[in-house]
T-cell receptor, first 115, second 111 residues
Framework: NAGVMQNPRHLVRRRGQEARLRCSPMKGHSHVYWYRQLPEEGLKFMVYLQKENIIDESGMPKERFSAEFPKEGPSILRIQQVVRGDSAAYFC?????????????FGPGTRLTVL | DQQVKQNSPSLSVQEGRISILNCDYTNSMFDYFLWYKKYPAEGPTFLISISSIKDKNEDGRFTVFLNKSAKHLSLHIVPSQPGDSAVYFCAASWPFGKVVFGQGTRLTINP
């Protein structure tokens, strides 16, 4: 059973471009979470999705950021018109259920650098 | 609003001794508390968790203690080994919902 896959591992964008980060959850997991880690900081929750539904997006910036988890295919975190402050490591995690009694399995992360 | 706080950004412990990592939280609605371990350039990996109805959970060298009245939990690692050197994140989960992470504590085990 493959773990959580994220691609690309490294992404470089110029200011104003779009960044698309992909996450394939573990087989059988229908719950996906996105986190952002800024340099020298902890993991910040961004969004929690189930198949085709956004459950909690309270950590997502209101503008330029969006996330989806379609019925088929990976979850996508999309950042439009990137700015330097978006440079960070973005981690995706998946679980078979919701809540703390279900372990979240993390992917290796995508490191976004905005020039 | 930092709901989960790890006030020590770093900790250095001698190999073989006990490592104690601390975490404080503010919201009594959290129902599970978790510890994750992270190596550089990798995603966090789950270490151990505890339900809010318990005060202790043990798994091998790792023990987590929960003090609900003080809204405090701690992770004990004994004996500490060089491979334990990593960043440790404390986390708390809402019932059937998101998980909130602390800022992390970098643990260094010295030979």
């Amino acid at each position: 059973n493959a773990g959580v896959m994220q691609n690309p591992r490294h992404l470089v964008r110029r200011r104003g471009q779009e960044a698309r980060l992909r996450c394939s959850p573990m087989k059988g997991h229908s719950h996906v979470y996105w986190y952002r880690q800024l340099p020298e900081e902890g993991l910040k929750f961004m969004v929690y999705l189930q198949k085709e539904n956004i459950i909690d997006e309270s950590g997502m910036p209101k503008e330029r950021f969006s996330a989806e988890f379609p019925k088929e295919g990976p979850s996508i975190l999309r950042i439009q018109q990137v700015v330097r402050g978006d440079s960070a490591a973005y981690f995706c995690a998946s679980s078979p259920g919701a809540g703390g009694d279900y372990e979240q399995f993390f992917g290796p992360g995508t490191r976004l650098t905005v020039l | 609003d930092q709901q989960v706080k790890q006030n020590s950004p770093s900790l250095s412990v001698q190999e073989g001794r006990i490592s104690i990592l601390n975490c404080d939280y503010t919201n009594s609605m959290f129902d599970y508390f978790l510890w994750y371990k992270k190596y550089p350039a990798e995603g966090p990996t789950f270490l151990i968790s505890i339900s809010s109805i318990k005060d202790k959970n043990e798994d091998g060298r790792f023990t987590v203690f929960l003090n609900k009245s003080a809204k405090h939990l701690s992770l004990h690692i004994v004996p500490s080994q060089p491979g334990d050197s990593a960043v440790y994140f404390c986390a708390a989960s809402w019932p059937f919902g998101k998980v909130v992470f602390g800022q992390g504590t970098r643990l260094t085990i010295n030979p």
